[in-house]
């Protein structure tokens, strides 16, 4: 099966780990993918740069050609507007990494404590505490089918036998119970305003 050109891979694996894209890709792919990966972050790291300066660091740091880096260079810029739309997944891959050197370099320093700090935040920023049935995927989830019923057995609960003859049953009783209520209609009270004083109070009856 033939592999992705190295514009989609790095696309979709740029922040992949070096282990995964190996067992992916062939050599010469993960290879290149690792260089532009490097020179991304050089450029992220240097916005103001020139294209001079990119093929100057290029090819010092990684030895290659002027033209591989100027195919490099072209590379990254085709992919940055779309890394740019999301952000997160490369300050993620740069955090792991600030933590990875900071860690290094307390580790030379015999810094035991900056040492323990830096491997205790990589472990919670990567959820290495979380049981793996609780770190699965949203997308993994699978729904679980529901299917309608008026069957209560299903909730442990004993079911009515002829429940629908017994509901009809009770609407019939309870309606012959109903049909000698009349019903009365609304009347207004006969109440005449002026019988009452500013305090509600009934005034006294007047002998006429």
Same mark, same amino acid.
């Given at each position: ?6 514009? /989609? ?9 070096? *282990? ?50 100027? /195919? +490099? ?39 035991? *404590? ?68 009349? +019903? ?25």
């Amino acid at each position: 099966m033939p592999y992705p050109k190295i514009t /989609d891979i790095v696309l979709t694996d740029l922040f992949t780990e070096e *282990k995964a894209l190996r067992e992916k890709f062939p050599q010469v792919a993960v290879d290149r993918l690792l260089r532009i990966r490097s020179m991304y972050n050089w450029v992220m790291s240097n916005p103001e740069a020139k294209d001079k300066e990119f093929i100057d660091m290029a090819t010092s740091r990684h030895g290659i050609a002027k033209t591989i880096a100027y /195919d +490099d260079l072209r590379i990254i810029k085709s992919i940055i507007p779309n890394l740019t739309q999301n952000t997160r997944q490369y300050h993620l891959w740069k955090y792991n990494e600030m933590i990875l050197e900071t860690y290094q370099m307390a580790k030379k320093r015999k810094d035991t *404590k900056t040492m323990e700090r830096a491997a205790t935040s990589y472990a919670k920023f990567n959820n290495v505490n979380v049981e793996d049935e609780q770190s699965v995927p949203y997308d993994m989830i699978v729904v679980q089918p529901f299917t309608a019923t008026q069957d209560p057995s299903v909730l442990g609960i004993k079911p009515i036998p002829n429940i629908d003859e017994k509901i009809k049953q009770l609407i019939d009783k309870y309606r012959a119970e109903s049909i000698d209520i009349d +019903d009365i209609e609304f009347e207004e009270a006969d109440i005449i305003p002026e019988d009452f004083d500013v305090d509600g109070d009934a005034e006294d009856e007047r002998i006429i």
